[in-house]
């Protein structure tokens, strides 16, 4: 039995593709859902994964499949009900499955013959030997999985190139922040893998960097805290100590042992979710957390730093308790904590969160003609109706936060200090690299964005300045804004 699982790509995202620059293989992560998936796949099915963001694919060329499996986040949903039509118009079974998938699945179901929710560790051998019976069911819940049925993932099954290997170690986050969805996903609680396995996983990546894809390596508690040494003190005890980064909150700068193990074990970069540059936007989105004990982000900051560790800090720009000028704020606030590098989002709301839910019931959300409008829901481009701003008045914020942080001088300052805290030429290469990226990141999209702005509906007044709610709200095709800038074959 043969079977393809597939990463789609999305048309309107040009800092994950192989072909569009080589910064990209930096920022590059191996579908680690779909190696695990394999890694459950008995012996008796030939696994193929594809991952669209290495090129182009030439489906009509391969083999036909006796199944097809399909991940996606929200932004990779139209593509993937496009590969979803595509092979079912050829009588191959597909299922599909990821955190899309499940917080929409009556929307999946419209495209492929079977969904899975949630985690797919327990039902995943169930959904092929349904197939090889003939008897494949519409809906598989897999719920939470039980950490110890977590396999290794079949890293061999793509090809040597990307720059960093991906592990999971945890699940889960208590946070609840309003913008995501990740306890709707995997819970509120903080669930680990033996330590044994994941030792074992890194024995078996080829990649010179680790990446750790936890959405919070070291959870919130001191159980967490506890868990996340032991297992830096075997990565240690193991050899396994090459160059790794990961997400994290502000507390990994709170204990001293924490970070002296995670500089010791090879952290050379944390990934924190800063979230806003106010106390009143921490509130709007639950992030509270981040303020607890009259925390002082520089002094953080700075206890990460001393280890040789570069801090990345992510902002969301168009809170509704954000006004103009919050760029101008996001980046005082980035340098005063001095922070290596900054990942600036517009706020979006997911399927599953809070957020969506809220401005879905106030008719705020614009990108709404689906599956089409889903792949611009990365991050990166304005979908619903700020409270604030208007779509030109955002671009604009986005605009501006790239002259202000990321201009070559301010590169360069930064990146020498780098080489001058950690006496090391491949940090500063890192930082150096890292800082062009989100450059180029920001200059692509401030490309794209032209083609956001012509339409008048998209720059009437901004929710707190008009009335709340729109009536019969139109999507981006409707407002001739289909902006796909690369249309991916088949």
């Not at 481009?381 to 008045?393: G, Q, S």
Request: aromatic share 10%; glycine share 8%.
């Amino acid at each position: 039995m043969l079977l393809y699982l597939i990463n789609p790509d999305n048309p309107v995202v040009g800092i994950t593709k192989l072909t569009r620059s080589r910064l990209n293989r930096f920022r590059l992560m191996k579908p680690l859902s779909l190696l695990t998936i394999a890694g459950l796949s008995p012996r008796d099915w030939t696994v193929k994964v594809i991952d669209e963001n290495l090129g182009g694919v030439d489906y009509r060329s391969l083999l036909p499949p006796d199944l097809v499996g399909i991940t996606a986040f929200t932004s990779q949903a139209t593509r993937a009900y496009e590969l979803a039509s595509f092979f079912r118009a050829r009588g191959t079974p597909v299922v599909m499955g990821g955190i899309h998938a499940t917080m929409c699945p009556d929307e999946a179901l419209q495209y492929a013959d079977a969904v899975v929710t949630g985690e797919a560790e327990s039902v995943w051998r169930t959904v092929l030997e349904d197939v090889e019976k003939g008897s494949l069911q519409r809906v598989y819940r897999g719920g939470l999985s039980t950490m110890e049925t977590i396999p290794l993932a079949r890293h061999d099954l793509l090809p040597d190139g990307f720059h960093a290997g991906s592990v999971q170690t945890a699940r889960g986050c208590p946070l609840r922040c309003t913008f995501c969805s990740v306890t709707a996903f995997n819970g509120g609680t903080y669930r680990f893998r033996r330590i044994a396995d994941v030792i074992a996983e890194l024995r078996q990546i080829r990649e010179p960097r680790i990446f750790f894809v936890d959405d919070n390596m070291i959870g919130t508690r001191r159980d967490h805290i506890a868990r996340s040494k032991e297992l830096f003190r075997a990565m240690i005890d193991a050899g396994q100590t090459r160059p790794w980064s990961c997400q994290a909150t502000i507390n990994f700068a709170d204990d001293e042992e924490l970070l002296d193990l995670a500089a010791r074990s090879g952290c050379e970069g944390v990934y924190i979710g800063f979230e806003s540059a106010t106390v009143e936007g921490l509130a709007a989105v639950h992030k509270k957390f981040n303020i607890q004990q009259g925390r002082d982000f520089r002094a953080s900051v700075r206890r990460i730093q001393r280890r040789g560790i570069l801090v990345v800090g992510s902002f969301i720009m168009g809170i509704d308790t954000d006004s103009p000028g919050i760029s101008g704020m996001i980046a005082d606030a980035a340098q005063s904590y001095g922070i290596d590098m900054v990942n600036v989002l517009i706020l979006t709301p997911l399927p599953g969160t809070q957020l969506y839910a809220e401005m879905e019931s106030q008719g705020r959300i614009v990108a709404n003609h689906y599956p089409d409008d889903w792949q611009y829901y990365t991050l990166g481009y304005p979908v619903a109706r700020l409270a604030h701003f208007t779509w030109a008045d955002i671009v604009e914020e986005m605009n501006r936060f790239k002259d202000l942080f990321y201009s070559y001088p301010k590169i360069l300052r930064r990146v020498l200090l780098i080489a001058w805290r950690t006496r090391s030429p491949l940090a500063a290469t890192v930082g150096l690299v890292g800082n062009l990226g989100y450059r180029w990141s920001h200059l692509f999209h401030q490309r794209i964005y032209r083609h956001y702005l012509p339409s008048a509906e998209l720059n009437r007044e901004p929710v707190a300045r008009a009335e709340q709610g729109v009536a019969n709200p139109v999507g981006l095709k409707e407002l001739g804004l289909d902006v796909q800038i690369e249309k991916a074959s088949l």
